[in-house]
């Protein structure tokens, strides 16, 4: 089995129709979240000129729904492939099975079943212009990173750039529930539930099925990777234009609420 050439090993990849249930199901929470509608002309040119990257404070397999869905049904480049994210009980159960299969034949032939970025797949997919979805305040990262050795995302991105001819372009992107700021002191709910800001998986589902009416899709300004490389001195280093990257993205997604909040 050609496990670095086949998609459907690694669990990160929402690239099928949904079954009719799903796509039901689907249609139902998301028909009313709005999206900019002026940046969807810009969408598809940064997808016909590159490879989009969205970008997403916090990680939630809710919003890769969201993201994926929606701008799937309004024939926008949608994320396929979310970094590091298991989406493997929203796969087709084919899909799931092969997962399930490749990763036991590893283990029977006493082999790691071998990670996205060593396999080449991660690599293959954005020299191929696949949208991907990467989130930039990952509190798993951490582990993945520094106890397993995994690349940090953007500095990846970064070093995938330069053996790219075409640009990646990574576009911060954010879902509003309600147009009311943070309280300033927490409370009991902030504790169990998780914070507005990023909410814990029950407060999440609560926000979307309550003010799911008014939920919006924004997007911050997009960063053209190959041109911000070629903006920074030659000796700079990986980690240190990775950091710069994630911070400029987190700020513009911050500011992009804030004058939301206040419209």
């Given at each position: 089995m050609d496990i670095s050439g086949n998609k459907a090993v690694y669990p990160y990849v929402l690239d099928h129709k949904p079954g009719f249930l799903l796509s039901w199901v689907l249609y139902r929470l998301f028909q009313r979240v709005q999206l900019d509608d002026n940046m969807k002309e810009a969408l598809k040119k940064m997808h016909r000129d590159g490879t989009v990257v969205y970008a997403c404070k916090y990680r939630g397999k809710l919003d890769y729904l969201l993201?994926?869905?929606?701008?799937?049904?309004?024939?926008?480049?949608?994320?396929?492939?979310?970094?590091?994210?298991?989406?493997?009980?929203?796969?087709?159960?084919?899909?799931f099975v092969k997962i399930i299969i490749a990763r036991l034949s590893c283990v029977l032939r006493g082999h790691r079943f071998p990670s996205p970025y060593q396999s080449g797949f991660y690599s293959r997919h954005l020299h191929n212009g696949t949208p991907f979805l990467v989130f930039l305040v990952d509190p798993k990262g951490f582990s993945r990173h520094f106890v397993h050795a995994e690349k940090d995302h953007i500095q990846f991105l970064i070093e995938e750039q330069k053996s790219l001819a075409r640009p990646i372009y990574i576009v911060p992107q954010l879902i509003l529930y309600k147009k009311t700021p943070e309280m300033e002191h927490p409370n009991l709910a902030n504790i169990l539930f998780g914070f507005k800001d990023n909410p814990g998986a029950v407060r999440k589902i609560a926000l979307f099925f309550r003010h799911n009416r008014r939920a919006l899709i924004d997007f911050g300004k997009p960063l053209d990777l190959k041109a911000y490389l070629a903006s920074q001195p030659i000796e700079r280093s990986l980690s240190e234009m990775a950091a710069e990257i994630r911070t400029r993205l987190i700020e513009n997604i911050d500011d992009q609420k804030l004058s939301l909040i206040h419209i």
């Open positions: 993201y994926h869905y929606n701008f799937r049904r309004r024939r926008l480049p949608y994320p396929k492939i979310a970094f590091d994210l298991n989406m493997s009980m929203l796969l087709p159960f084919t899909h």
